[in-house]
């Protein structure tokens, strides 16, 4: 059996499929994205703190998960595609991880010796505002032409 030459036509299909396949998000742009995976991880930890009934708080639980889940792997994404030396990025990405997980118990600490038991969620709340105007003013790209 002999490997037969690519033909023009096979390799204009074979990146047609490859921009199919990799055309989920990408077509609504990253600032797009993360603006709306900030807000979700936002309102759920408004809804965690403000909420008492069960399904709300199921829903809050969700809204979080998904948001914070998607933001960090489309960070990681992110970082890898438009960092001069991938390496470094990578690296002060992750540095960033384990930054905020030394002080983050000790914010929800600080903020847990309030008389109100939401003050830690509504302090995560801010945090995610935060992060959310960071990526809206970062000037990542909005969506492709």
């Known amino acids: ?51 008492s009934q069960n399904w709300l708080l199921i829903l809050g639980f969700l809204l979080i998960g998904f948001g914070k889940g998607s933001t960090v792997n489309n960070c990681n994404v992110l970082t890898g595609e438009r960092s001069a030396n991938r390496t470094r990025g990578m690296n002060l990405l992750h540095a960033c991880y384990a930054v905020g997980s030394l002080l983050g118990p000790i914010y929800i600490g600080f903020l847990g010796r309030a008389n109100w038991w939401g003050m830690p969620l509504m302090g995560l709340g801010c945090c995610g505002m935060v992060a959310w105007c960071c990526f809206a003013f970062a000037g990542l790209p909005g969506k492709p032409k």
Not at 3 to 24: C, D, F, H, N, V
């Open 1 to 51: 059996m002999t490997l037969q030459p690519i033909t023009e036509r096979q390799e204009k299909r074979q990146a047609e499929l490859r921009t199919r396949a990799s055309s989920g998000w990408d077509s609504v742009g990253n600032l797009l994205l993360l603006t709306v995976l900030q807000s979700m991880m936002v309102l759920g930890y408004l809804l965690l703190a403000a909420c």
